[in-house]
Every structure is written in C-alpha cells, then in structure tokens.
C-alpha cells in the first residue's frame, strides 16, 4: 500500500490511542478519516482529519464511514459500559464496520488486549471484554481480508526507558495486572499503522509490550520472525482452544457466517 493511494478509516479516532493512531496516520502521510461520535471532540483531532460523524452500533454510520477507505485500524473500547458495551462496539462495532465494506478489500489493523484469551479471569466474567474482543479477532480472521492484531500490554505503565518492543504469541501472559506487561500508548500507534503497509505483518496476531531499552528502529525486522495464524482458523496461532465453536451463541456463529460469505473482491 502506497501512502498517497490510501485512505485510512480510524474507527475510535477520539479513544486514547485512536487520536495517536490519527497523528501516526497522517504523520506517515496517508489520507486519514476519524470515524467520532461527538463532533466536540473531535476538535482536537489535527486540522488534516476528515472527520465523520457517528455511532458504529448505528446501521447508517459503517457504510458512510467505509466509503473509499483502503484501510481501517480499529481501537474501539467499551470500558465502563460491562457486557452491552463489549457486544454492541468492541464486537459488534467491528463486524458493522467489515459488513459495511460489502465485497471490497481493506487492509485492517485490529486492537484488542494481551490477555483475551483469559475467559475465567473476574474481568472477563464480569465484563465479557475478552470474549467479545476475542470474537472480533475471529470476524477479521473469517473476512478474508488482509489484517494484524495487535494484542497491546497495558498503557503507560511503561518507565521512560522502556521503549524495547517485545512482541509475543499465544497469549500466555494473563496476571491480569501489569506485570504482563507495558507499553507506551504512542508506540501502540505507531505500530498499528505502520502494519498497514507491511508484507512482515500480514496475517499475524500478536501481543505488545515493551521492556527497557531505546524504540526499534525497524519494525518490520519485529514483525518478520512471528507466525502467521493458520490458514482458516478462527484463533490465533499457538491460543489456547478455550472457545468452541460449536458452543458459541448462535449470533456469533451467523455473524461469522455472514463474513465469510461477504468475501472480498
Ligand atoms: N488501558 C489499558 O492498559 C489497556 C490495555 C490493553 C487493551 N485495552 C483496551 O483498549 C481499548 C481502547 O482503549 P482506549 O484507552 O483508546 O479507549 P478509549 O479512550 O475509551 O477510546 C475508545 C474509543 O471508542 C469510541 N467508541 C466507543 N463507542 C463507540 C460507538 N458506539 N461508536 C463509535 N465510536 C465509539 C470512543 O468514542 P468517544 O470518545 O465518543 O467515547 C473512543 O473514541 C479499551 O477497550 C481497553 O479495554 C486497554
């Protein structure tokens, strides 16, 4: 992808990383559209931003925002707002967005969290974060588009020298706390975008965290030595098998479904 040709569409462009992802964007020169709910905040947001308005849960909102793009990174969150909240946007935000694109290709960059697999943890069982996150990893893996995950650590709860990125497989780490690891917001961002045009990172899922030491200068010598997820699976390469299909809700099964039949051009 070519920075010039391309169109990036930041869905949580005003969240704490998303307005990062907005700068990286347009700091590497791609045409940067932020999807926002509240034209407020997106004054904020630098003056180059083609800023929509809207809701991702709304049905009119996804196709509007679609319109052109020949990538999307999503950072939505729901935080605060318990299991509604993580179906309706973390999830169902993702999957409104990827129906929206009908038969075209997009490049996708997904957030989500180091420990998503974690479902018997209390903040899963409370919130159901991690399984309706998790669920839409498994919609990009199904689109058949090309796509990254990005699992980060927790933000900013990285010391000012700690800046060496790490970049990890198969979930282990799941204290639940910060010792599973740390990473700046700003280096979550740099690295969701720049993925956007990396062959090292396509296909791959990942978690991100940073220990001490300067910031990379090459990221796709980061990206190049992770596995690709297997071809047709729902998971993440080396996830735990935690989530049977046949035993997820019917929904999920039918959004799946309608993913994989929306197929890109
Ligand atoms: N904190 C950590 O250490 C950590 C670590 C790993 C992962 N995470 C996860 O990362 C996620 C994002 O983090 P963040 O700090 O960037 O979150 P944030 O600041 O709360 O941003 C969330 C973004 O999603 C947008 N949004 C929410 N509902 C929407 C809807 N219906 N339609 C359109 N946009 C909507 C918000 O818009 P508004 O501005 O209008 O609300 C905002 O732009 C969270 O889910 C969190 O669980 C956090």
Redesign the pocket.
Known sequence: MTAHSTTVLV?????????LVVEEAIRYGYATRA????PA?ARSLPPEADVVV?????PE?PSRAVDGVSAVVF???????GKV??E???Y??VRNVLNALTSRTARIAL?????VTNRTGTYNRTTE?HDW?RRSERLVRASGLPYTIV???????NGPDEHRLVLLQGDKRQAGD?SDG??A?RQIAEVLVHSLGSDQALRKTFELVATTGPAPANLDALFAPLEKDADGALDGVYDAGNMPLDEEPQRVRDDLDAVVARGPS
């Not at 999807?35 to 509240?38: C, G, K, Q």
């Not at 809207?54 to 709304?58: A, P």
């Open positions: 869905v949580g462009a005003t969240g704490s990383i998303g307005r999807l926002v709910r509240d905040k809207g809701d991702v849960t709304r909102t950072t939505l969150g729901s935080d605060g707002a909240g993580a309706s946007v973390d169902g935000g957030m989500t969290s180091i420990g974060a996150k699992r980060p650590g927790w933000f900013d709860y910060a740390v990473i917001r």
